[in-house]
């Protein structure tokens, strides 16, 4: 890690590869409650109607529109079902606590959240401390031995420009150091790198909100099951949940808009 921006691997070819975690905060402050009373009543999609009839949208605009969601987030691999759910303080339930401990409210203020170079299904988290402090964490995932799931994160403190790393594998009984974590991160920016060529080519305009909404295709694809998308998570992250229609048929509307015509197949035809 370099600074208190960058992340450095060595890439696919051993040369290095320098990513930037993309974060933004809570941006609660602002919005009264019948601003999204109006939203909930609508029957079309009133905020994209007004960002496009004041022409082509860019990044501040998007963002200003609504506050940023602060939930659950999640870190997978396209070689198995399984997903592990993070929660907004970086924890993982019965494995890993959270990254700080603070009140909900506290951490909406101190939080900010994110992916890893606008482009990777990676979760950030940092969080600045009132003494100047920094904590991030950046979770990735890959498949063990054992064919299941292999959550990795790593967890660094910054203050006073010195900075202290730890490499954690939570709920496996094997821990995880730099090198594998660092492969596990290529390996996620090699799927988004092939994601992004497979499918349909975006050019002109934001080029940020470009890649931002593109990499939330790749995380609804990703978010699936297999093709078994669910309605959501917690209890309704259960079997009985798979192909609910509305989830199913959006997921594959927007796959085929996307241009990945394979992958919607395999969606509409779980």
């Given at each position: 890690?370099?600074?208190h921006?960058?992340?450095?691997?060595?890439?696919?070819?051993?040369?290095p590869?320098?990513?930037?975690?993309r974060?933004?905060g809570?941006?609660?402050?602002?919005?009264?409650p019948?601003?999204?009373e109006?939203?909930?009543?609508?029957?079309?999609?009133?905020?994209?109607?007004e960002?496009?009839?004041?022409?082509e949208?860019?990044?501040?605009?998007?963002?200003?529109?609504?506050?940023?969601m602060?939930g659950?987030?999640f870190?997978?691999?396209?070689?198995?079902?399984?997903?592990?759910i993070?929660?907004p303080d970086?924890?993982?339930?019965g494995?890993?606590?959270p990254?700080?401990?603070?009140?909900?409210?506290?951490?909406?203020?101190?939080g900010s959240?994110?992916?890893?170079?606008?482009r990777?299904?990676?979760p950030?988290?940092?969080?600045e401390?009132?003494?100047?402090?920094v904590?991030?964490?950046i979770?990735?995932?890959?498949?063990?031995?054992?064919?299941a799931?292999?959550?990795?994160v790593?967890?660094?403190?910054?203050?006073n420009g010195?900075?202290?790393?730890e490499?954690?594998?939570?709920?496996?009984?094997?821990?995880?150091d730099a090198?594998?974590?660092?492969?596990?991160v290529?390996?996620?920016?090699?799927?988004?790198?092939?994601?992004?060529s497979?499918?349909a080519q975006?050019a002109?305009?934001?080029?940020?909100?470009?890649?931002?909404?593109?990499?939330?295709?790749?995380l609804a694809?990703?978010?699936?099951?297999?093709?078994?998308?669910?309605?959501g998570?917690?209890?309704?992250?259960?079997?009985?949940h798979?192909?609910?229609?509305?989830?199913?048929?959006q997921?594959?509307?927007?796959?085929?808009?996307?241009?990945r015509?394979?992958?919607?197949?395999?969606v509409?035809?779980c």
């Amino acid at each position: 890690m370099d600074g208190h921006e960058e992340l450095t691997v060595a890439g696919p070819d051993g040369a290095p590869l320098t990513l930037r975690p993309r974060v933004e905060g809570a941006n609660v402050a602002g919005f009264a409650p019948e601003d999204f009373e109006r939203l909930l009543v609508a029957r079309t999609d009133l905020l994209a109607d007004e960002l496009l009839a004041a022409g082509e949208p860019d990044l501040s605009r998007v963002a200003a529109a609504l506050p940023r969601m602060v939930g659950y987030a999640f870190v997978g691999h396209p070689g198995v079902d399984e997903r592990a759910i993070i929660a907004p303080d970086g924890s993982i339930e019965g494995v890993l606590g959270p990254l700080v401990d603070l009140p909900p409210e506290e951490l909406a203020r101190r939080g900010s959240w994110g992916i890893i170079d606008r482009r990777l299904p990676l979760p950030v988290l940092r969080i600045e401390l009132p003494n100047g402090a920094v904590h991030e964490q950046i979770a990735a995932a890959t498949v063990g031995a054992d064919g299941a799931l292999r959550v990795l994160v790593r967890r660094a403190e910054r203050w006073n420009g010195a900075e202290r790393a730890e490499y954690l594998a939570p709920g496996c009984e094997v821990g995880t150091d730099a090198a594998e974590f660092e492969a596990a991160v290529v390996e996620a920016w090699q799927w988004a790198r092939q994601a992004r060529s497979s499918g349909a080519q975006l050019a002109g305009g934001d080029t940020e909100l470009t890649d931002l909404a593109l990499s939330s295709l790749h995380l609804a694809d990703l978010a699936l099951r297999g093709c078994h998308p669910r309605y959501g998570i917690g209890v309704y992250d259960q079997d009985r949940h798979h192909s609910f229609p509305p989830t199913t048929l959006q997921m594959g509307l927007a796959l085929l808009e996307w241009g990945r015509f394979a992958r919607a197949g395999d969606v509409l035809d779980c």
